[in-house]
């Protein structure tokens, strides 16, 4: 097979964001090599802290190179203290994720062998679904278009179109089926469980709720093996607590995915632990859910495992789009080695009690690839 570099855009941005892609650029560049593949990354400019030093938050270049890359890699970007002059955060992800139509927020959550997890119930230890989140429309639609009218009321706007919402639900249901085949191909005697696309939506209250919900029901029946459920967004907030164990993929509107993955993520060791990608037709990006973490930048103490999860989710995803084994072959010995350097106890994290940070945690996996 011939070796075709893969040419991957680095945006290590602000706050603990330069700090975990450091830690995780190496492990990337080590379990790739050790499959016979290649990566060229090249390292751009955004942010907060250039947006206060420039004026400029994604500068044009390097949207260029996002454009031209066949992946994007994102550290972390916003700053508390560094805002609009509308007040709100500095975030070019949400801008990537317009610009280049990156419709389908995908946030994979998976109980790793070792974290420690919130819920005392044994079967917490088979969560396994993903929140996929309609990125590009929804409530934040409205960013940057809000309206304070005289001082008195502010008004945001809910936008959902019919082919917003059938794009990111067949997306869902597409991933439901991938995620079986998988299963099934582990052949290790586990239980495989029969795929299920979950709508979360809000269509007792809200008439965009409904009409989100009767497009699902369409793409739905197109989709026959795959069983399609309804859940309100608070009841699934409640069973996500009460069974999470019983969801496999999940599909909702931009601002309730933005809040649901968060609290997914809660589930299995928090954000550090938490992976995400931003994917379209022709572009994606992966980051770690975590954020910029002003209170421990620059300090070594950040998790890097979510961004290594995120790494690993990149090769993945151009391993199918390019139908490179190899890539993929990368992206599992990633996986594997979080898993058992968790599992062996090898590490714990900060935000578990632990002193091992982001260097150490790094090291460790890379001695398993």
């Not at 209250?205 to 029901?217: I, L, Q």
Request: proline share 6%.
């Amino acid at each position: 097979m011939t070796t075709r570099t893969h040419r991957i855009a680095v945006l290590p941005g602000d706050g603990i964001g330069p700090d975990v892609i450091e830690a995780t650029i190496p492990l990337l560049e080590r379990a790739v090599s050790g499959a016979g593949a290649a990566l060229r990354l090249d390292s751009y400019p955004a942010g907060a802290h250039h947006y206060r030093e420039t004026g400029v938050a994604l500068p044009d270049a390097t949207l260029a190179a996002c454009r031209e890359a066949d992946a994007i890699l994102f550290g972390a970007m916003g700053w508390p203290e560094i805002r609009y002059p509308d007040g709100t955060e500095i975030a070019p992800q949400l801008d990537l994720r317009v610009a280049l139509d990156l419709y389908a927020g995908v946030r994979p959550v998976r109980a790793i062998p070792g974290v420690p997890l919130p819920l005392a119930d044994p079967r917490a230890r088979d969560i396994d679904l993903v929140v996929v989140r309609e990125s590009t429309e929804g409530l934040f639609a409205s960013r940057g278009k809000g309206v304070v009218i005289d001082d008195r009321e502010a008004r945001d706007t809910m936008v959902i179109t019919r082919a917003g919402s059938e794009r990111v639900q067949d997306f869902a249901f597409r991933l439901a089926a991938r995620r079986a085949l998988r299963r099934a191909a582990r052949g290790d005697g586990s239980p495989v469980r029969a795929p299920s696309v979950t709508c979360v939506d809000k269509a007792n209250v809200f008439v965009s709720m409904a009409f989100f919900r009767r497009v699902f029901d369409e793409v739905a029946s197109r989709h026959p093996g795959i069983e399609a459920r309804h859940h309100y967004v608070d009841a699934t907030a409640l069973d996500l607590v009460r069974r999470p164990w019983t969801f496999d993929v999940m599909v909702m509107e931009n601002m309730f995915g933005d809040i649901i993955s968060d609290q997914t993520s809660g589930l299995v060791g928090g954000m550090g632990m938490a992976p995400s990608g931003d994917i379209g037709d022709r572009h994606a990006l992966f980051q770690p859910c975590q954020g910029s973490a002003p209170d421990i930048a620059g300090q070594g103490r950040a998790n890097p495992t979510a961004t290594i999860l995120s790494a690993a989710m990149m090769l993945d995803w151009l391993a199918e789009r390019h139908g490179d084994a190899r890539l993929a072959r990368a992206a599992a010995s990633l996986d594997e080695a979080v898993d058992r350097v968790f599992g062996d106890g090898r590490v714990r994290p900060f935000e578990f009690g632990g002193t091992d940070g982001t260097r150490r945690i790094a090291a460790e996996v890379a001695g398993l690839l």
